[in-house]
């Protein structure tokens, strides 16, 4: 087992990705136990692959996509919520917890702020989940 909660990182090909490339250009780090999936769009993301990634070990997961207004496809970001919020009722029902999934919308490039985050997300998850392996 790793030091961290594992977190699988769905990622907008466009602002979301650019955050990610940015912290590693500044060499800002996060944990090897974040996996990132590059998606065309987070509005292909639906309940099903975010369920996927649980059945497949992942201790929580966070959706990464551009701000609101800023969609290259011009998709509505309530379809994006809508998913989010039905993923959170899911993991509540079946005793998960809705705090096993978190959803950032970031501004492109943005390396420090996606570190700052994910960094907080799998300190947060690992804390939750794996008391004796948090950092403190």
């Known amino acids: 087992m790793s030091n961290s909660a594992e977190i699988v990182l769905f990622t907008c090909n466009w602002d979301g990705l650019s955050c990610v490339e940015a912290a590693a250009q500044k060499g800002l780090c996060y944990p ?3 996996k990132v999936v590059r998606v065309s769009c987070l509005s292909r ?4 692959l975010i369920l996927k990634a649980f059945e497949l070990g992942a201790d929580a997961v966070m959706l990464l996509g551009c701000e609101s ?3 290259h496809y011009d998709i509505a970001s309530e379809h994006i919520s809508h998913e989010f919020e039905k993923a959170q009722s899911v993991l509540r029902l079946t005793g998960l917890g809705s705090e096993r999934i978190m959803l950032a919308e970031i501004p ?3 390396g420090a702020r996606f570190a700052k985050q994910v960094n907080s997300f799998v300190a947060k998850t690992t804390a939750m989940l794996y008391p004796s392996h948090a950092v403190a």
């Open 69 to 71: 207004s800023e969609c």
């Open 32 to 34: 090897a136990s974040v």
């Open 108 to 110: 492109r490039g943005d």
């Open 45 to 48: 993301i639906h309940l099903g």
